[in-house]
């Protein structure tokens, strides 16, 4: 019999409880420590910095010196990363610890970042057969030199709203027209931040935008973006193909490529 009114008071102090939780997830203070746990999530986080050695068609470079750089990437992958930067190249994020090696010529640069040093000697070879396993390649192109050609290339592919670019260059009749197919890759999956910016994904044992570098189809997919600046206009193009145990930085290093890009364009 003297259950009932035992059972009433739990009610009551339970009704009690979540009121005063409505209470709290409504009021200022809760908002404030929300935005500050936000906050801390963007945070700028130091990383460090490692040059990269380079050569090209002026000679060896050496690499550059540098500081360690402030980026607002997730704490959690703060220790797995670091920035990589050839004096030729834009730098880029990548796993700790990795090789890296920039090229550079008339048509632009390019800095690969691998678990495994890749000798020199391969990377300016015209038989190398390029990267079937993890790595990371960071390529600049130029528009007005015969770089164009590449940039055209994937402007057909994926920038329907710049194809001016590519007809002109395809007038030029230096190459024929078959080499510049418009339509995205068959496979590739893409997402537009912009009519200038396209992130995508080649999966595996296809072809697509993740393989027109020196990164090959294998049994892993490659992630990355393709980046138009400039009025001429030049192409930033990166692909990222990680370890499994480390892929979910692909996505701080996509990110951090397009803030950079972004401040570069507004910085002019």
């Known amino acids: ?14 009704c009690a409880l979540l009121f005063a939780i409505t209470i709290w997830l409504s009021s200022p203070l809760f908002a404030q420590t929300q935005s500050q746990g936000s906050n801390q999530k963007a945070a700028l986080i130091s990383v460090p910095f490692v040059g990269c050695k380079s050569d090209g068609q002026g000679g060896p470079v050496d690499a550059p010196k540098g500081n360690d750089q402030n980026v ?22 990548a796993p700790r610890g990795w090789c890296c090696f920039g090229t550079y010529g008339s048509s632009g640069s390019s800095l690969f970042v691998t678990p495994q040093a890749i000798k020199s000697d391969d990377l300016l070879s015209m038989n190398w057969a390029g990267i079937d ?11 007005d030199t015969s770089g164009r050609f ?8 994926v920038f329907p709203a710049h194809k001016a ?3 002109g260059v395809i007038k030029e009749g230096v190459e024929p027209a078959s080499s510049f197919p418009f339509g995205p890759y068959p496979q590739d999956r ?10 995508f994904q080649t999966p595996a044992h296809s072809e697509g935008l993740g393989t027109v570098n020196q990164l090959k189809q294998s049994d892993e997919s490659i992630d990355g973006v393709a980046i138009l600046q ?19 930085l692909t996505s701080q290093i996509i990110q951090q490529v397009e803030r950079e890009s972004a401040a570069g364009a507004s910085g002019k």
């Open 1 to 14: 019999m003297n259950s009932g009114p035992r059972i009433g008071a739990r009610t009551r102090n339970l």
């Open 72 to 93: 607002p990437i997730d704490v959690s992958a703060a220790p797995k990363l670091a920035y990589y930067k050839a004096e030729n190249s834009t730098g880029v994020l």
């Open 133 to 143: 396993g993890p790595g990371i390649q960071v390529q600049e192109i130029s528009g």
């Open 150 to 157: 590449q940039v055209a290339s994937v402007i057909a592919r």
């Open 165 to 167: 670019f590519a007809e």
């Open 190 to 199: 893409l997402t537009y931040r912009s009519d200038q910016v396209v992130e």
């Open 230 to 248: 400039g009025e001429t206009p030049d192409l930033l193009l990166v692909s990222a193909r990680l370890p499994a145990e480390v892929n979910d």
